[in-house]
């Protein structure tokens, strides 16, 4: 999976109709709101929860994108949201069970609540791994601007098909696409400089 920077206007559908996740001919696209805030807004958080919140909503920026996917992955950003889900149901029916079991136990020894405890808030912990990993396995911005977003996640053959149509600006205009060395779009690359670690949503 690489990156790609794009015009915002070129995301919210005008992508060439292949999918994101494969290249394959895409079959629908799927609009999706990006969000995007810079990571030194991070540091407000040790200021409080409601200074932070206040900068986040000041600070971010959003672009749509309309996705183009193929029938395996048209539910591209569902996936990580039930695994979120079960995980979530999995945690929770632990934490019933665990709660059964001490009230089932009285009197509790005591290494056999220790062992509970380190059980349960390991549980939790793999869980905030899982979710994790859940939110950054998919498609994803990693920058936003005023007029560019740069998306991580995408495939290598999307990338590609992209390009070529760089190369080829007669059939871009013919298909409908506007073409990045247009006066509107710039003429900075597609893999522009690295972006720094960002927050998204």
């Not at 995007?36 to 540091?43: G, H, L, T």
């Not at 991580?152 to 999307?158: C, K, M, R, T």
Request: with cysteine; charged share 25%.
């Amino acid at each position: 999976m690489g990156q790609i920077r794009l015009h915002v206007r070129e995301a919210d559908g005008e992508l060439p109709f292949a999918c994101l996740s494969c290249g394959a001919p895409a079959t629908v696209r799927v609009t999706k709101d990006m969000q995007w805030y810079p990571p030194w807004i991070n540091v407000f958080f040790f200021a409080g929860v409601l200074p932070w919140y206040i900068v986040v909503i000041v600070m971010t920026k959003r672009a749509r994108l309309q996705a183009p996917f193929c029938d395996q992955h048209k539910g591209h950003w569902l996936k990580p949201i039930s695994i979120m889900a079960t995980s979530a149901l999995g945690l929770g029916a632990l934490t019933v069970g665990l709660i059964v079991l001490a009230r089932n136990l009285q009197p509790m020894d005591a290494d056999v609540q220790l062992f509970m405890c380190i059980g349960h808030i390991a549980s939790f912990v793999i869980w905030i791994v899982i979710v994790a990993i859940a939110m950054r396995s998919g498609i994803r911005p990693k920058e936003i601007t005023d007029t560019e977003i740069l998306l991580d996640g995408v495939s290598q053959e999307f990338i590609d098909i992209v390009a070529e149509e760089d190369r080829n600006p007669t059939a871009c205009r013919r298909e409908g696409r506007r073409v990045e060395n247009d006066d509107e779009y710039g003429d900075q690359p597609r893999r522009a400089r690295p972006p720094s670690d960002a927050i998204e949503e």
